[in-house]
């Protein structure tokens, strides 16, 4: 690493440091402010750290330090790692935090300092977590940008053009912020689909070290399974080249839980662990009733207006009421925001050979069956707000797979009936992926996936990723 590179990454970290220094200090100030009569002095950003006549000085100067270290011992949060998911990052975030305050926790105790108030730390801890984490994402946000704006961006070269090689180019181009430009494949069977549009293949294996120099290469990833000598001759290349060497692994959709690496002795080990039953993550149904119950009463007024909209613009119910398949096959009463005229459902039958994608979903673009109203709040998804009854109630949750009418259900293949095992989601990759622009058989996978690989983090990741997506309204209709 270059003299120059040393000494950026230094100012980037010096800077994220200075950040969270400033939304701590800020949030133990909002928090003292907020409990003034728990206290005897006032509550100023001075006062908080440096006043003479607060007794709780230093332990707020403690409480910043702690915190810091805690952060500053996880390097990942000390950069922007494109790869990662933000659910990741916040994760680390928020479990070094929670582990600062223990800490704290443990000295008070120890100290007897048992006049230090509770309900600071409490509340200080929120605002900690909510600052920080607010400024890491508006970060990446700003990362992204920089980076689709052409800024510090890699030359990718994928060896392979088969499924997995293809699949791969379609995940990188859904996340531009990852600054990869693909030049191409490398492949010694197959040919150029004269009707693909996608990145074309630019040579065979033996014209790694050629291309490599000639698209100023910077990483290269595997996605085929060839003997041993190939491959080893491919990270021999790329070690003399300054290559970075990816390699996808073998059966990754098959995969369920996580994929961990360790050592015996000197051989690296990569374990595919299955992972826990679905059914035994009681957290995410806490996390669900928690967060409804926090987000009904701040929509409640705008399900008053949308209510209102609704009626002034076509006769008809406010509500939307069908049928779904919920967990375990269970048959459960549907809520969304009514989007189409009174008799939408006895016309599908004469649009059935209309629609616009595969399999047994019915979509269309310009269906005359929408409202000019729902056709606004198809957009954006506000049609889907009253299914927050149906997670208060313990027919959905906040995330998971996307309900799908029981007539659509009856039509699939037994495989995707795995979909059933948990409770169906108001928003999912499906939602975060293209919403109705995505296929069919392609939304099931994702399904899938997601069942096999769930985790309360992934939930916050998609959770996040699903207000920009919202917000944008692309893809729903």
């Excluded at 330090?65 to 790692?81: D, E, G, K, N």
């Excluded at 230090?116 to 730390?121: G, K």
């Excluded at 050592?263 to 690296?268: C, H, K, L, Q, R």
């Excluded at 679905?278 to 957290?283: N, W």
Aim: net charge positive; hydrophobic share 45%.
């Amino acid at each position: 690493m270059s003299r120059r590179i040393r000494y950026r990454n230094a100012i980037i970290r010096f800077t994220y440091v200075v950040i969270d220094i400033i939304c701590i200090a800020l949030s133990i100030y909002l928090a003292c402010q907020l409990r003034q009569q728990t206290i005897s002095w006032e509550p100023t950003l001075y006062n908080v750290f440096f006043l003479d006549q607060n007794p709780f000085k230093s332990i707020f100067v403690a409480w910043m330090a702690i915190i810091l270290f805690f952060l500053i011992a996880r390097p990942s949060l000390y950069q922007t790692q494109r790869e990662m998911l933000e659910g990741l990052e916040i994760a680390q975030l928020i479990r070094s935090i929670l582990l600062a305050s223990l800490v704290l926790i443990v000295i008070l105790y120890a100290w007897r300092l048992q006049e230090f108030p509770r309900s600071i730390l409490m509340i200080g801890t929120g605002f900690i977590i909510l600052f920080l984490s607010l400024w890491r994402i508006l970060k990446r946000w700003f990362v992204e940008y920089l980076v689709t704006q052409g800024y510090n961006n890699a030359n990718i070269l994928i060896i392979g053009a088969g499924k997995v090689g293809r699949s791969l180019v379609e995940e990188i181009r859904k996340r531009p912020g990852l600054g990869m430009r693909i030049v191409g494949f490398l492949d010694d069977f197959k040919e150029n689909d004269p009707q693909s549009e996608g990145p074309a293949i630019i040579g065979k294996l033996s014209d790694f070290t050629k291309i490599c120099r000639h698209e100023f290469v910077h990483r290269i990833f595997i996605t085929i399974q060839n003997d041993s000598e190939v491959f080893l001759d491919l990270l021999e290349q790329a070690k003399e080249l300054g290559v970075a060497v990816r390699v996808i692994p073998q059966g990754f959709e098959l995969m369920s839980g996580e994929l961990v690496k360790y050592n015996i002795g000197i051989i690296p080990v990569l374990e595919y662990r299955e992972a826990a039953p679905f059914r035994l993550q009681l957290g995410k149904r806490v996390f669900d009733l928690l967060a409804t119950i926090l987000t009904l009463p701040i929509l409640f007024p705008m399900h008053i207006i949308i209510g209102l909209l609704i009626k002034w613009d076509s006769p008809g119910p406010v509500f939307y009421v069908s049928k779904r398949y919920g967990r375990g096959g269970r048959i459960f009463n549907f809520y969304k925001f009514r989007s189409m005229h009174v008799g939408a459902e006895s016309k599908l039958s004469q649009l059935r050979g209309q629609s616009e994608v595969d399999g047994p979903i019915f979509k269309m673009k310009n269906d005359p069956r929408v409202t000019r109203m729902g056709r606004w709040l198809r957009k954006y998804s506000l049609d889907e707000l009253p299914q927050f009854i149906n997670v208060l109630i313990g027919d959905m949750s906040l995330v998971g797979p996307r309900p799908l009418p029981i007539d659509q259900i009856r039509k699939e293949d037994l495989r995707q009936l795995r979909r059933l095992e948990v409770r169906p989601g108001m928003t999912g990759l499906w939602q975060i992926r293209g919403r109705s622009d995505v296929s069919f058989k392609r939304l099931i996978r994702w399904d899938i996936w997601y069942i096999g690989n769930w985790s309360f983090w992934l939930d916050i990741n998609i959770l996040f990723q699903t207000i920009p997506v919202v917000i944008k309204g692309k893809g729903a209709y």
